[in-house]
């Protein structure tokens, strides 16, 4: 676990109420708590939040729970209780930021939503992730991964051309929709150290799947042209491929007229470098068959080491396609630091992604591993907001928490 205690974290002293669920929610908390936020996690009394019954499992312990709640503080809480809806009124007073990820209306539902809570605390900034959205024909939809990237076009662009639709496997709903949320928690907690303002943020899963159609939205709303499967050709450069050498594939990317000269030079074609079919990326695009015919041609006769080498010398990018182990243990995952060791009350020393973004002068760290559910009611209950012991063991006999 590394220790950052030369220098006082971006958000220390910043609280966080942490309501996510899942994957999208929670990971909000956890980038926020990873640059020193105080969060604090509120989980459902005896079965917690459902990403911990989410395989794989290590032990008991769901990994998919583990790689988004390190550095928070566990609170189980019932919402559907009057006594349950009060603490977290009273909780909201106590926090600058709270995170929801419940469909729309149901935070309504349960009068725990930004008007109610930022009643009592005018400063608040309250951050919800949901499928589609807070409005829209769509906003009621259950969120999830899979349905963010088939509804937000995502899908239709990953494949072969001949093939059917995929979607990606990573996460990447969930994932940059809690990145765009945790960008607009900070600006809005910036706006609010200016003018003492809180305010609302409405991330969705949804939006940030449009948001990285790139140039293939912008195409469609300026020429009306709908863009189709390149399989692993990216269509606004040649060469941009996949390309079998002798031992087995290598991504070639020559992503400017430069790349493109040494290339030339690499595979002792001078004469295309000036050629009016290939000079130029736009060129070249529009020839991608012959583009991909001499370059395939070049590698095929060769090794992938030997590819490799020659393109990095040359200063023309590649890359071997690597699968998840092969990145973990790769010198650069190692030497950014990527993978870190993390101490679990459970586990024992166990490896785990890093904290990102590296800051200079103020890095984030891993100060808490995931915790146990409900492991700080007492600290919580009783050490921020007062409770007494008698009072904590009334709302358990209640089932409050």
């Known amino acids: ?38 969060v604090i996690h509120l989980e459902r009394p005896g079965l917690g939040d459902d990403s911990r019954r989410i395989p794989p499992f290590l032990d008991e312990v769901s990994l998919t729970y583990l790689i988004s709640n390190r550095n928070k503080r566990s609170i189980t809480l019932n919402l559907k209780t009057e006594r349950g809806r009060e603490i977290v009124k009273d909780l909201a007073r106590q926090v600058d930021v709270v995170i929801e990820s419940n469909r729309p209306g149901v935070a309504e539902r349960l009068g725990i939503d930004y008007p109610t809570l930022s009643a009592v605390n005018p400063r608040l900034v309250m951050t919800s992730i949901s499928g589609f959205g807070q409005t829209g024909p769509a906003r009621s939809l259950a969120g999830y991964n899979q349905i963010a990237q088939a509804e937000g076009g995502m899908m239709s662009l990953t494949g072969m051309p001949d093939g059917p639709a995929l979607r990606t496997a990573a996460i990447v709903g969930d994932y940059l929709a809690s990145l765009y949320a945790a960008f607009g928690t900070m600006v809005a907690l910036m706006h609010r150290e200016r003018t003492g303002q809180g305010q609302f943020v409405d991330a969705s899963l949804y939006e940030s799947m449009v948001s990285v159609l790139g140039p293939a939205l912008q195409e469609y709303l300026s020429f009306g042209v709908v863009r189709q499967r390149t399989g692993n ?27 493109w000269a040494s290339l030339c030079a690499l595979m002792g074609r001078e004469d295309l470098k000036e050629h009016p079919d290939f000079a130029q990326a736009r060129a070249r695009v529009a020839n991608v068959a012959l583009v991909d015919e001499i370059v395939g041609g070049w590698a095929r006769g060769r090794s992938r080491a030997q590819v490799a080498e020659l393109l990095a010398e040359a200063g023309v990018p590649c890359a071997r396609i690597r699968d998840v182990g092969e990145v973990a243990e790769s010198p650069q995952t190692r030497a950014r630091d990527l993978i870190t060791k993390m101490a679990h009350p ?26 146990a559910l409900g492991e700080h009611n007492e600290e919580i209950y009783a050490g921020l907001l007062g409770l007494s012991g008698r009072e904590l063991e009334a709302l358990m006999r209640e089932g409050v928490i």
């Open 233 to 259: 050709w990216a269509p606004t450069m040649a060469p941009s491929d996949v390309y079998a050498c002798s031992d087995g594939p290598l991504m070639i990317v020559a992503g400017n007229d430069a790349h």
């Open 346 to 371: 459970q586990l024992g020393e166990i490896e785990t992604l890093g904290v990102l973004p590296k800051l200079s002068l103020t890095p984030g760290s891993i100060r808490r591993p995931p915790p």
């Open 1 to 38: 676990m590394t220790d950052a205690t030369a220098t006082v974290a971006p958000l220390h002293g910043y609280r966080v109420l942490d309501l996510g669920r899942v994957i999208a929610g929670p990971h909000v908390g956890q980038l926020l708590g990873d640059m020193g936020a105080d």
